[in-house]
């Protein structure tokens, strides 16, 4: 079965800096999926960005960019310019033909 | 507007009360799902369905039941409920049959089985 593993709880960055949230997965898949869903305070779960593992090029939307590493099966998420709404639970998941798995979080804190 | 809708948004019951949390999509979305997040597990699937009457297990079906009769509504049915059910629940769907794409999440339903 797949695994996802996201080994920071938490996270804090100061506002305008960078942080790098991380994500390992584990899968005997070729094809598939990768995703980074922000939560922020009101549940709502949002989109922010895909990957799929086919294409080698990182994904990238405005501040937000991965490092898709497919053979160290990693997929890590990079912020730039960190703003105070970014304050938010993030979850890496990973999704195979219907199943899909989440990370187990990491809550980011952007201080002003 | 396009949406998942969930109803209702915070339900608090007893154990062993037969409930339905219903999930309805306006998008004509082939792909929908239930998850529950729990503190420290992240959201874990419980069922999906690919298209009406065509619904499959996910990581923990235990508990819980699930219908496709129509293709906009998937509702979440629990028999007996537990209070190891207490979670928030999610439902979603999404553009690609295989849930290969953006999944649109409804606003969750916390349950709480006293």
């Known amino acids: 079965a797949q695994t996802v593993t996201q080994s920071q709880p938490e996270m804090s960055v100061q506002e305008a800096e960078t942080v790098t949230l991380s994500c390992t997965y584990d899968?005997?898949?070729?094809?598939?999926?990768l995703f980074w869903y922000k939560q922020p305070p009101s549940r709502q779960m949002i989109l922010v960005i895909r990957?799929?593992?086919?294409?080698?090029q990182n994904a990238t939307e405005n501040r937000f960019s991965v490092n898709f590493q497919k053979a160290a099966k990693s997929f890590s998420l990079k912020i730039s310019d960190s703003q105070l709404g970014d304050t938010a639970m993030y979850f890496c998941?990973?999704?195979?033909?219907?199943?899909?798995?989440f990370g187990a979080g990491t809550r980011l804190t952007v201080k002003p | 507007e396009a949406q998942v809708t969930q109803n209702p948004r915070y339900l608090i019951t007893v154990t062993g009360k037969k409930l339905t949390v219903t999930c309805s999509q306006n998008m004509n979305h082939e792909y929908m799902s239930w998850y529950r997040q729990d503190p420290g597990l992240g959201l874990r699937q419980i069922y999906y369905?690919?298209?009406?009457?065509?619904?499959d297990k996910g990581d923990v079906p235990e508990g819980y039941k699930v219908s496709r009769k129509e293709k906009r509504n998937f509702p979440l049915i629990l028999e007996s409920p537990s209070p190891n059910q207490t979670s928030l629940y999610f439902c979603a769907s999404s553009t690609h049959p295989a849930g290969l794409d953006e999944q649109y999440f409804g606003p969750g339903t916390r349950l709480t089985v006293t």
């Open positions: 369905s690919m298209n009406v009457e065509v619904t």
């Open positions: 998941a990973f999704m195979n033909l219907y199943d899909m798995r």
């Open positions: 990957q799929e593992a086919y294409k080698q």
């Open positions: 899968t005997s898949e070729s094809n598939y999926y």
